[in-house]
């Protein structure tokens, strides 16, 4: 049966094509191949060109640029006053939007995640914000916010928090919330919908054992839906942050950095050199130092949730 | 219908020895029922005949075809799941058809096989629902129905009741049975339920660790099993353990010491030394309830009484161990009272507690010499 | 007596400030969309007059009709559709693919590949426009919808392969084994048995890729120079340079641009959130 058989069997093999083995192999790859060729071609090679940039003298105007300069770019935004600046705005902006978008996402989920008259068509219409085109909601809230032709202003100061209307988009130090308003109204969807998927898929059960356990409805919020929640919270929190710092669009079209630059995140700096300026060179040295910025804060958040499990086991 | 031979194979993964080279020879139109708890590698030894698993080594044949590189669908075999797998978006009909139509089977020639079939399982007036709309014990019948109308070389079943309530489990294995008689396929049925394994089975094959255990017919295996493994795997309730050490009373009779100094005694065995650590096995029927010490009863205290209906199971503890002894009577002995019970010299089991190895009884001739 | 009396208060309570929550979300969601419409409504010589109004004294439909009938915005908006279109339905296959493999398969590689699309995840989109534009242009690319539409493409892959993954994870394996064993190589019983399951996946990820190609600016601004290649988002800027800034004529086109992306995510809004559950309870 042994050798005998097997070679005697041969040919049925080299029927089957290649061997069955070598093709369990590769499967895998040709399934992965096409997306991997494109995210190659069209983001890993543009990333390593934009990241030699940085290193390179290059400005579109400049016919003589091209040069290599080094770690000149870099040497000369530590003294950049405008991109220090930015910085600064850049954690408040993303805080600052990033914890309304939260607050209030979960809030939206818990709601949703009720049963009563309407669910499926509220559902529907508070998630709408998310698919807006970004710079169309960008211009929406900038005329909104206008006292001419908006009634947030009028609004606000009847409610006395305004003394007389004015475009809080002009006033350097209001600025900002016009921006974070128009994203938080366009993000909560993003964690409404996360969350809710997180709610859903908390087993029943648990609420029931804990009811009848005698949990009021806060224990039971804070002993299951929180730790069940925990992750997703978790995962999403260190995405979107990453992601509303990268978040230029709807500073550019509401206020493009100002007034007085008090707008001026990272990324909208970044835009404001490579495009207005057209110094790709410094743009790219910029960029790369929010790469890595991003980056150490993905792998701290990740090493932090790693030591915290690791306790809790 | 085919034989299957299953030469050394071998599974690991990684590191990780799953199986450890298995031996088995089933011949056609067997039915064969590997058995053993979660984690033995069963399961894993079955998709490795189905193909949904490589061979690490070995060999695995078909109808006297290597398959070992061959895919799933070149096999030419049928596979009931245990989740039954039926494909959510067809109806009974379409899931039953499925295979036939990928090997371009003309369209009458399926109408007919899947009437013939629906027909045999009580399928006939299912077969334009989704298997949505269909009980548990229905849609049974739906994956052995897929599995039947392709004629295939051999069966695999991978745990196909163990979703069912008790009664219709138990309705199905006779059913599964009957239809392997009328059909007469070579069925390879993997549970880890041993009264599946005792009830369906041409010859059990029980596995522990990957490696097989004992192959043998139900009768077999549970009358004269190969280890301690097997003992206490296959009968339920389970068959009871008593550790002590052997000793020699004459030409036709033996005993094993309990610590507490209570001797039972058995058959002589062959290969055993006096003094030699010995584990005793008895079947709970093979112990029975007797007046007092002098019919050769040995005390032991009354811990619950458990009725089943046609018998009644009298838990106690002898030498601080636990047994169960099974009886016809109707006892009613208060709990912590002391009874007396005496084994079944012929029907006891003697296992080298080392090895944990079936030790056979001898002949008497061959103490003698 | 007393006892259910105080639970229904506490019940009327409760569902009374719920329903309060969810008018004030759906106010605040819907308000900002109802003034793009009422701004688009407004004729222009009462734009300013009327602008704090919550509805206008007179409505006309002379900004929607000049926007159809007198600019390029119909040319645009064609253009939209089919690099959207063409995008969702190419980001989905990929991403339908990858995300099986990830799903299904262990593989050498597949932590790398996974970090590598959480990374692409990570950097300012700016710095790539560039770069990009250099390695396109030589290949005929920059300037053409095929163009946008590969960009467009790479971009969404990543995030479209984790929602397609967590559609798989939710259907058993034990499916495609069966179709394996009935007679399919893997591949026919992941287009035959699982893609079908999967549908609600699908259109869920086609849904959302379409409506992220559909409102992208940055790039179309960059790569696309000529008006017969621009897509609405930048056509719909050029109602903010060319002319006189016209607010009206550009709100009408806004809510015209807004229509078919809406719709189309009021029809997956549901999807999505099952796919997501359908990993989660995996994961």
Redesign the interface.
Known sequence: ??TG??TG?LP??RR?GF???FS?IIEPYLYVSPALVLIIAVMLMPLILGLSYAFRDIRILNPFSGGFVGTAHFEALISDQAFLDALANTAWWTFGSLLFQFGLGLVLALLLNRQFLGRRLVQALVFLPWAVPTFLSGLNWAWMFNPVVGPLPHWMTSLGLMAEPFNILSDPDLAMWGPIIANIWFGIPFFAITLLAALQSIPKELYEAASIDGATTRQQFISITLPFLAPTIAITLMLRTIWIANFADLIVVMTNGGPADSTQIVASYIFTQAFRRLDFGYASAIAAVLLVLLLAYALSVIALRRAMTHTDS | MASI?I?NARKSYGAVDVLHGIDLNISDGEFIVLVGPSGCGKSTLLRMI???E?ITSG?I?IA???V????????D???V???Y?????MSVAENMS??LA??KTAKEKISDAISGVAEILGLTALLDRRPKALSGGQRQRVAMG?AIV?KPQAFLFDEPLSNLDARLREQMRTEIRKLHRRLGATSVYVTHDQIEAMTMADRIVAMHDGIIQQVGSPVEIYDRPANIFVASFIGSPAMNFLEGSYEIADATTAGIRLSDGALISVLPVADAKPGQAITLGARPEHISIVADAQSGGLPAKVELIEPMGLSTLVHVTLAGKPIKIFTMDRPDYPVDSFIHIAFDMAKIHVFDTASEKRLPPANAAGILT | MTLTGQTSTRKLLYWGSHYLMIAAFVIFALFPLYWLLKVSVTPNDILYTEGVRLWPSRTSWENYAFVLTQSNFPHYFLNSVIVSGTTALVTTLIAALTGYAFSRFAFRGKVIIVALMLITQMFPLVMLIAPIFKILAPLGLTDSLTGLIIVYTAFNVPFATFLMQSFFDGI?K??E?????????RFEAFRA?IL??TLPGVAATLGFVFTAAWSELLFALMLVSSESASTFPVGLLSFVSKFSVDFGQMMAAGVLALVPACLFFLLIQRYLVQGLTAGAVKG
């Open positions: 049966m042994n058989t097997q069997k049925v093999e089957g061997s069955r083995k369990g | 031979q030469e189905a193909g949904l490589d060999a044949s006297g075809t290597v070992n590189e061959l895919q799933p669908k070149d096999r075999i049928a596979m799941f245990q989740s797998a039926l494909y959510p978006h499925y295979a990928l090997r897929r392709r | 058993p034990d499916l084994e069966a179709a394996m064993i009935d007679g399919n190589t048995i079908p399951l």
